[in-house]
């Protein structure tokens, strides 16, 4: 408590699928003190450095805070009334799927409700689709497959339980890191083991038992020959498989693999199948290293099959867990957000579900099939086919695949809207109308998390300019198209409702969804709901502690689930001689997808401030690349240049990058620039982690590093941006010489007048720049012919002070640089740690605690400070 007086809010952290519980208090000046809600039952009052450091990213700056029609600020109802006559124009005249809407797992399960019920019960067409496609797809469809319905059958208190937590192709210490920090607890309790299988050494194999580096895309062929072991260990439930259809078909299938593809040694995957045979309560947590691949649904099934087999699901500490990515991402799911689903995991190919759902909302006219998803979607915009296009919460310019193509379909299209909340994304500046929607701390709603947790989002900040939540656009266009009824919603609360009471009807027509026994809920209990997981209903189907299965129960016809034959096969892509190497892509700890929120935050943006490449030290020597060279990396869809890190923990032949960097931060490194649009064939879901793609040094002829107290204006072939306490810092390169240094360092900061100090050594190529008003010191510039050398942490907080010796790049006297800041909470960097640990002996990521305080907030960083503690130890290992 800090004094202030304002009372905290309950809400929940906007980011990643755990679902955190977070206590908001806005201080009165648009600022807001965030923590972890001790009472939530996803977090317990932990919160990762991303939910941290939320009070950085609610500031107004760079906020659409007003409609624009074609680049110029309107009002409301013009806005809207150009969207609704647009939209009705194109459906009039070339029928309804000349319409679509491209949404989000980030949307409220309100304004998610809403936008589906607009497109496919009132335009009549089922072209919604969304970025969970890019997500979740394949996890549905595998849950569809196996059980009847798309159920994740655990609960988060099952990670408490295990003996075994098997993470698959799921980066948890980074991605779901308060989820990892339970996993990390359970194991300090009660010795839970670690198993990661994952083609990269990630930040989650520090605490693993075993990390199982198999070949991407192989995990069919891993999970095969679990299956046969669990036979041949006699280890199949034989009085649970009377709840299962295809066994015999799905072992034989499985009798086929030899474990060849993976690429594992064999004592390795006889190990991990023992492991897991012998560990009763086992989870098998996955993600995106299962979801993006063009064999996603299989890779599912084929993990499903073996929970299945063994009859390890739906009972305490055990079963199969997708957790997913976006915070409503669930929820997105329960309201048929899919281009293949009707509300309420109905389905859209069963007559009685369309009708069911056509006589509750009274609707027009249904689709009759499904509609196109997201990778189709962009292709009939490119050819014309969709003539009109809304895109809600999502940056589908950077974040789709063949990002390019995608880019260039959508400012062809004839007409795009675009709902965000700020116009300096890649999609926004496409758009032809740009609708300001409100952000996380100003909008009501709920989320669901990745166990059915339903959790309330707050708003606790007022809404700026002409901001208004997502659900009334949406309703307000509907109303206009001619549906003033079906979208006269007063408040969330009455959505909700609804949405609730159509669950009922699901239910009844079989389906797990069930939160009908809130349809009465009242205002004042919607504000007040807590944290509830669903099933919620007199007579839901889940068992006791809420979970699905542990006695059958499955949806299909018959109650049973289905094991499926399966069989590997490689990513879509081949390597060859123009494209020898693997790309993999993925995320880093501090940001947040296209960075338009975690990058406003200079402490986010310091853990890892410039897109790279992961690249193994003997493919770097191969290829001639040195440590921090740029590497120009290209595929048959585009290219790339990223700043080399030259690690083994990719394989020879695989590389890595991260998705985040865009045309805002960093032109040259849109990765899903890179990644063709290959899917796979029951999920639609892209393959974002195997594209193909050769490499070489990219030839520099100079080498930047800016900092400065504003923004900056690049125009070199390379660049990079990020934030800092101060303002902002570059990273820059160059193919031509540049002559005229002074003249680029005042376009690049848009300093005409400042007083200039240079030193410069044209035999070296280096030029080194600052400048100052009345003393203070704007900005500086440093160039190289080689990487530039100098402290960059450093400097970063330099301008705007008084500093005299800023041209040496380094800290003056013998103070020592702290190096890349690792811990974001204390800003505690890697030199500091790695001094710490060899001047005080610390042997422990505790003891590296107790001395500075690094990794004691928020445990994001504790597999990196162990990840130096190894370092340390085996010093001649980590090159
Ligand atoms: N910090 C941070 N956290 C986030 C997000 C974020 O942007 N930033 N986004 C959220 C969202 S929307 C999502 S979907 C989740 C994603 O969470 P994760 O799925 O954990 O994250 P990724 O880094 O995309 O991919 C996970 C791992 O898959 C591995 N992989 C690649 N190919 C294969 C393969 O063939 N087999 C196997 N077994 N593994 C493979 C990659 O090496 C990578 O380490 O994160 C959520 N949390
Ligand atoms: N190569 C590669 N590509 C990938 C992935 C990968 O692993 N590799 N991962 C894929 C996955 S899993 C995902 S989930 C996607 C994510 O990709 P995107 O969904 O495209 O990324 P975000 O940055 O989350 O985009 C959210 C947008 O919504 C805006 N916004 C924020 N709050 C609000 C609001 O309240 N209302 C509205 N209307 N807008 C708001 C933000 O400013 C931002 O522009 O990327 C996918 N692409
Ligand atoms: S783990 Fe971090 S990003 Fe995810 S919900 Fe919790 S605080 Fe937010
Ligand atoms: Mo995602």
């Known amino acids: 408590m800090d004094g202030a007086g304002l009372p905290e809010t309950r809400s929940t952290c906007p980011y990643c699928g755990v679902g955190c519980g977070v206590l908001l208090r806005p201080d009165g000046r648009g600022g807001l003190a965030v923590r972890g809600d001790p009472d939530h039952p996803a977090n317990f009052g932990r919160l990762c450095s ?14 659409l805070l007003a409609p624009r029609v074609d680049g110029l600020e309107t009002d409301w109802d013009s806005a809207l009334q150009q969207v609704a006559d647009r939209f009705s124009a194109v459906i009039a005249e070339h029928g309804p799927d000349a319409a679509a809407f491209y949404v989000s797992g980030q949307l409220l399960t309100e304004d998610y409700y809403v936008a589906n019920k607009l497109m496919k019960g009132f335009i009549g067409s089922a072209n919604i689709d969304t970025n969970s496609r890019l997500c979740m797809a394949s996890t549905v469809a595998g849950h569809r497959r196996a ?7 655990g609960t988060y208190e099952d990670l408490d339980d295990a ?7 799921s980066n948890m210490a980074w991605c779901h890191p308060v989820l990892y920090q339970r996993v990390l607890a359970a194991r300090k309790a009660r010795g839970t083991r670690i198993v990661v299988v994952d083609p990269r050494r990630t930040a989650s194999c520090e605490a693993a038992d075993l990390h199982l580096p198999l070949m991407p895309g192989s995990d069919v062929a891993l999970f095969n020959r679990l299956l046969t072991a669990i036979q041949d260990a006699g280890a199949i439930d034989a009085d649970f498989l009377r709840h299962v259809d295809g066994f015999d078909a799905a072992m034989a299938a499985a009798r086929d693999e030899s474990g060849a593809a993976t690429g594992l040694l064999e004592a390795d995957i006889t190990h991990f199948c023992a492991l897991w045979i012998g560990t009763a309560k086992v989870v098998t947590v996955f993600s995106q290293g299962v979801n993006q691949s063009s064999s996603g649904s299989d890779k599912v099934n084929a993990i499903l099959n073996c929970h299945l087999a063994a009859g390890r699901i739906g009972t305490p500490g055990c079963g199969p867990f997708s957790v997913t990515g976006q915070p409503n991402a669930m929820g997105g799911r329960e309201v048929g957000g899919l281009a293949n689903m009707l509300a309420c995991h109905l389905d859209i190919e069963r007559a009685d579900h369309r009708a069911a759902v056509q006589a509750f909302w009274a609707a027009p006219a249904m689709p009759q099939a499904p509609g ?10 490119a050819a014309g086919r969709i003539k009109a296009l809304w895109i809600i919460h999502t940056n589908p310019a950077v974040s789709m695949p063949d990002a390019d193509a995608v880019r260039g379909a959508i400012a062809r299209c004839d007409f795009t809207v675009v709902s965000d909340i700020t116009a300096a994304t890649d999609t926004a500046r496409l758009a032809d109308v740009l609708l300001p929607a409100t952000a996380w701390a100003e909008k009501d709603g709920t989320v669901t998390n990745s166990d059915r947790t339903i959790s309330r989002q707050r708003a606790v900040l007022p809404a700026p300019g002409q901001a208004r939540p997502d659900w009334q656009i949406l309703a307000q266009v509907g109303q206009r198209m001619g549906w003033s009824d079906a979208f006269d919603y007063e408040s969330p609360a009455e959505i909700f409702r609804e949405h609730a009471a159509l669950s009922g009807i699901a239910a009844k027509l079989g389906r797990d969804f069930d939160i009908s026994a809130l349809r009465d ?37 018959g109650g049973k689930a289905r094991m499926l034959p399966l069989h590997h096969r490689p990513p879509a892509a081949r390597t060859g001689p123009r494209y020898p190497f693997r790309l993999n892509t993925g995320r880093v700890r501090d940001q947040w997808h296209t960075m338009t ?32 060279d740029l590497v120009r990396v290209t595929s048959r869809d585009g290219q790339a240049i990223l700043r080399a890190r030259i690690t083994d923990s990719v394989a020879r032949g695989q590389v890595f990058a991260p998705m985040h960097w865009t045309g805002e931060t960093a032109p040259s490194a849109r990765i899903d620039a890179l990644v063709a649009a290959v899917t796979d ?6 393959e974002s982690k195997a594209a193909v793609v050769a490499l070489s040094r990219f030839p520099a002829a100079w080498y930047g590093f800016a900092v400065s107290d504003g923004a900056l204006y690049p125009q070199s072939d390379y660049w990079a941006l990020a934030r800092t306490a101060r303002g902002c810092r570059a990273e820059l390169a160059g193919l031509d010489p540049v002559d005229d240094w002074e003249g680029t360092a005042r376009a690049l900061f848009r300093l005409p007048d400042a007083e200039v100090q240079m030193v410069r050594d044209e035999a070296r190529g280096i030029a080194r720049l600052a400048f100052r008003n009345d003393g203070r010191l704007r900005a500086a510039l440093f160039v190289a012919a080689s ?35 690792l811990c974001a909470c204390f800003s505690v960097g890697v030199n500091t740690i790695l001094g710490a640990i060899a001047s005080d002996g610390l042997s422990s990521v505790d003891s590296v605690g107790a001395a500075l305080r690094a990794g004691t907030n928020c445990g994001s960083c504790r597999s990196e400070i162990a990840a130096l503690l190894a370092m340390a130890r085996a010093p001649e290992a980590a090159q």
């Open 787 to 821: 990487p530039v050398a100098v402290m960059r942490d450093y400097l970063a907080g330099l301008p705007g002070s008084a500093a005299q010796n800023a041209l040496s790049g380094l800290r003056p006297g013998d103070q020592p640089d702290p190096g890349p800041v």
């Open 50 to 63: 991303k939910g941290s450091a939320l009070g950085e990213t609610v500031g107004l700056e760079g906020r």
């Open 597 to 628: 929120r975690t990058g406003l935050s200079p402490r986010l943006s310091a853990h890892l401030a410039e897109p790279f490449l992961d690249l193994h030290p003997a493919d770097a020597a191969d290829l001639g690349i040195g440590r921090a």
């Open 147 to 153: 059980f009847g319905t798309d159920t994740v059958p």
């Open 163 to 169: 003996d075994l937590v098997v993470l698959v192709g």
């Open 372 to 381: 196109l998803k997201a990778v189709e979607m962009f292709r009939a915009v």
């Open 681 to 686: 064939p029951v999920s639609g879901q892209p």
């Open 521 to 557: 809920l009242g205002d004042v209990a919607y504000d007040a709901l807590p944290p509830t997981r669903w099933p919620v209903s007199d007579n839901a189907a889940a068992a006791k502690g809420g979970r699905f299965f542990a006695q059958g129960g499955f949806f299909h016809d």
